[in-house]
Nanobody, 122 residues
Framework: VQLQASGGGLVQAGGSLRLSCTASGRTIRSYSVGWFRQAPGKERDVVAAIHKNTITTYYVDSVKGRFTISRDNAKNTVYLQMNNLKPEDTAVYYC????????????????WGEGTLVTVSS
C-alpha cells in the first residue's frame, strides 16, 4: 500500500488543520494507521493511532482533547483533525500503516508516507 499525507500548512496558535492520509494500491481497511511527527532536532514520535477495527484509538497525552483521528474506509483515507494548535505542535507529520496495531504504537510499521509540514506560529 502507498500512503500520501496532505493538509499541512501554516496556522496561528489556536487554529485548526485537518491532515489526510490517503492510501492507494490496496484498501486501507486492512491496516491500522498511525500519525507520527518529527520536530527539528527531535525523534519521530507517535501522535495518534487507529486500529483497523475503527474503534480502538490512541493519543499521546500532549494532544488529548485537541486532536482526533478517524478513518473513512470508503475513501481509503485516515484523518487527523487538529484543533487548538500550539507552537509546540510544529513538526513534519507522517502517516504510516501496518496490519499490526502494536506497530502504530512503537513506530515499527511497514508502510510510510511522505511527510507534510505543519507550522504553528505564536
Amino acid at each position: 500500500v502507498q500512503l500520501q499525507a496532505s493538509g499541512g500548512g501554516l496556522v496561528q496558535a489556536g487554529g485548526s488543520l485537518r491532515l489526510s492520509c490517503t492510501a492507494s494500491g490496496r484498501t486501507i481497511r486492512s491496516y491500522s494507521v498511525g500519525w507520527f511527527r518529527q520536530a527539528p532536532g527531535k525523534e519521530r514520535d507517535v501522535v495518534a493511532a487507529i486500529h483497523k477495527n475503527t474503534i480502538t484509538t490512541y493519543y499521546v497525552d500532549s494532544v488529548k482533547g485537541r486532536f482526533t483521528i478517524s478513518r473513512d474506509n470508503a475513501k481509503n483515507t485516515v484523518y487527523l483533525q487538529m484543533n487548538n494548535l500550539k507552537p509546540e505542535d510544529t513538526a513534519v507529520y507522517y502517516c504510516a500503516a501496518d496490519t499490526s496495531y502494536s506497530g502504530c504504537l512503537n513506530g515499527y510499521l511497514k508502510h510510510w508516507g511522505e511527510g507534510t509540514l505543519v507550522t504553528v506560529s505564536s
